[in-house]
């Protein structure tokens, strides 16, 4: 396409989005609840169909010579597809936030005040690579009451409008507009261009990819963005930490999968542990192949124990992998601990692994991280494991929302005020 048609293809979407958005705001709960169970049944009957047009996607990413974590991104496994499934199903169980009034209050006027959750609109969504971004967002969409434009990267086109077809489908069979969800049909880049400057329809914009799809959204966007830029994500092993459930929290942070924007890439110990732990868990990482970058008290200990340890740079402690790859550092104690992270993380996800109250309260309270937990997981940092449903983005942002940006995040709070007769005097 050239740029004429690009920017006439991206004017209709804008056009039919907001059509689309009237409808869906005013859409029964029941309805939109039908359209997800729909939505589910097609993504479990549609195997085959979705697993030939991924194919497709793979086989053009490995041609291209994609790192072996980006074309892991882009596989749509059966596995995908059921989790996807269920989480429509999910949202479709949850409650229907929309229209929903809250903290009414009686004004010594007589009149009352309150606000109601209303959807944001149209919202933007651009993203690279995992092509159930796709149904994670269309089905958070159709919850919402919102309407949805999105732009898929060009490595998941064929599997991105496989995808956009079992929504539309679902939304037809229902009765709500098709055009509630819609995926931008050409790769151009100048198609993102256009979507983050059309503050005439698009009401904000949430990028999911690269931080340097993100940074350019931010710099360029002419309506607001829902981001986050990094998932640099700790674990720190306190010294009260049991040893046993350390080694099997901070393995699963780093190791259950290296592509994910919450896995873990730094490790924190204490020094009143770090003799005993770093030595089992080196042992973990070296039979897995994960490069660990020390700093000289952890390099010390782990090349004690026999094993390889790389030299670590000041870039290392800010570092997304997304790789085998994990920082290592001795600190002194939960002070030094919440202080690295404050500095060096990028404001993700951060657990602590400590059998002391206080100090997990500490953790909790000063960690400056949209999810912060104390004992399990950096990887349970997901809209879908939070029971949100599905998600749409993780937002390190302090405004509107914050975190896995599940349904709520997708609405906005208006004030609404009942009176009977009262002027003001």
């Given at each position: 396409m050239n740029a004429f048609n690009v920017n006439e293809h991206m004017q209709a979407?804008?056009?039919q989005a907001k059509a689309a958005a009237a409808q869906m705001a005013r859409a029964d709960a029941a309805i939109k609840n039908k359209a997800l169970k729909a939505l589910a049944r097609r993504l479990r009957e549609a195997g085959p169909e979705l697993a030939e047009a991924n194919a497709r996607d793979i086989d053009r990413a490995v041609a291209a010579g994609l790192s072996a974590p980006m074309v892991d991104r882009l596989k749509l496994t059966p596995k995908v597809l059921a989790t996807v499934a269920e989480g429509c199903e999910q949202l479709a169980a949850m409650p229907d936030?929309?229209?929903?009034i809250i903290g009414m209050k009686q004004m010594p006027s007589g009149i009352r005040v309150g606000q109601m959750r209303v959807p944001l609109g149209v919202f933007g969504m651009i993203f690279e690579s995992r092509p159930n971004v796709t149904i994670e967002a269309a089905s958070l969409a159709i919850k919402s009451g919102n309407a949805a434009i999105l732009r898929g990267g060009s490595e998941a086109i064929e599997s991105n409008k496989a995808l956009a077809q079992l929504v539309s489908e679902s939304l037809a069979e229902v009765g709500l507009p098709v055009d509630a969800v819609q995926l931008v049909q050409t790769t151009d880049r100048e198609a993102v261009g256009r979507l983050i400057a059309m503050p005439e329809y698009v009401d904000v914009i949430i990028p999911r990819g690269g931080k340097g799809l993100i940074e350019?959204?931010?710099r360029e966007a002419k309506v607001p963005v829902i981001k986050h830029l990094d998932g640099n994500c700790h674990v720190f092993v306190d010294d009260t930490a049991d040893i046993d459930?350390?080694?099997?929290?901070?393995d699963n942070a780093k190791t259950q999968k290296y592509s994910p924007c919450n896995a873990a890439e730094g490790l924190l110990v204490t020094g009143a542990v770090a003799g005993k732990f770093l030595p089992l868990i080196g042992q973990v990482?070296?039979?897995k192949g994960v490069e660990m970058r020390c700093d000289a008290a952890a390099g010390a200990i782990v090349r004690g124990a026999g094993l390889n340890a790389v030299d670590a740079v000041e870039s290392d402690w800010s570092e997304e992998y997304l790789a085998a790859v994990i920082s290592i550092k001795v600190v002194k104690d939960v002070d030094e601990a919440i202080t690295h992270i404050n500095r060096y993380s990028s404001h993700h996800t951060d657990a602590i692994v400590t059998r002391?109250?206080?100090h997990a309260q500490r953790f909790l309270r000063e960690v400056d991280s949209a999810s912060v937990m104390v004992n399990t997981s950096t990887r349970f940092a997901d809209g879908f494991e939070f029971g949100l449903g599905a998600e749409i983005g993780i937002s390190t942002d302090k405004f509107h929302a914050r975190g896995p940006v599940g349904i709520e995040g997708l609405t906005s709070l208006?004030?609404?005020?009942?009176?009977?007769?009262?002027?003001?005097?």
């Amino acid at each position: 396409m050239n740029a004429f048609n690009v920017n006439e293809h991206m004017q209709a979407l804008g056009l039919q989005a907001k059509a689309a958005a009237a409808q869906m705001a005013r859409a029964d709960a029941a309805i939109k609840n039908k359209a997800l169970k729909a939505l589910a049944r097609r993504l479990r009957e549609a195997g085959p169909e979705l697993a030939e047009a991924n194919a497709r996607d793979i086989d053009r990413a490995v041609a291209a010579g994609l790192s072996a974590p980006m074309v892991d991104r882009l596989k749509l496994t059966p596995k995908v597809l059921a989790t996807v499934a269920e989480g429509c199903e999910q949202l479709a169980a949850m409650p229907d936030v929309i229209g929903e009034i809250i903290g009414m209050k009686q004004m010594p006027s007589g009149i009352r005040v309150g606000q109601m959750r209303v959807p944001l609109g149209v919202f933007g969504m651009i993203f690279e690579s995992r092509p159930n971004v796709t149904i994670e967002a269309a089905s958070l969409a159709i919850k919402s009451g919102n309407a949805a434009i999105l732009r898929g990267g060009s490595e998941a086109i064929e599997s991105n409008k496989a995808l956009a077809q079992l929504v539309s489908e679902s939304l037809a069979e229902v009765g709500l507009p098709v055009d509630a969800v819609q995926l931008v049909q050409t790769t151009d880049r100048e198609a993102v261009g256009r979507l983050i400057a059309m503050p005439e329809y698009v009401d904000v914009i949430i990028p999911r990819g690269g931080k340097g799809l993100i940074e350019r959204i931010s710099r360029e966007a002419k309506v607001p963005v829902i981001k986050h830029l990094d998932g640099n994500c700790h674990v720190f092993v306190d010294d009260t930490a049991d040893i046993d459930m350390a080694l099997k929290i901070v393995d699963n942070a780093k190791t259950q999968k290296y592509s994910p924007c919450n896995a873990a890439e730094g490790l924190l110990v204490t020094g009143a542990v770090a003799g005993k732990f770093l030595p089992l868990i080196g042992q973990v990482f070296a039979a897995k192949g994960v490069e660990m970058r020390c700093d000289a008290a952890a390099g010390a200990i782990v090349r004690g124990a026999g094993l390889n340890a790389v030299d670590a740079v000041e870039s290392d402690w800010s570092e997304e992998y997304l790789a085998a790859v994990i920082s290592i550092k001795v600190v002194k104690d939960v002070d030094e601990a919440i202080t690295h992270i404050n500095r060096y993380s990028s404001h993700h996800t951060d657990a602590i692994v400590t059998r002391d109250h206080i100090h997990a309260q500490r953790f909790l309270r000063e960690v400056d991280s949209a999810s912060v937990m104390v004992n399990t997981s950096t990887r349970f940092a997901d809209g879908f494991e939070f029971g949100l449903g599905a998600e749409i983005g993780i937002s390190t942002d302090k405004f509107h929302a914050r975190g896995p940006v599940g349904i709520e995040g997708l609405t906005s709070l208006k004030y609404v005020v009942l009176g009977q007769g009262e002027v003001r005097t």
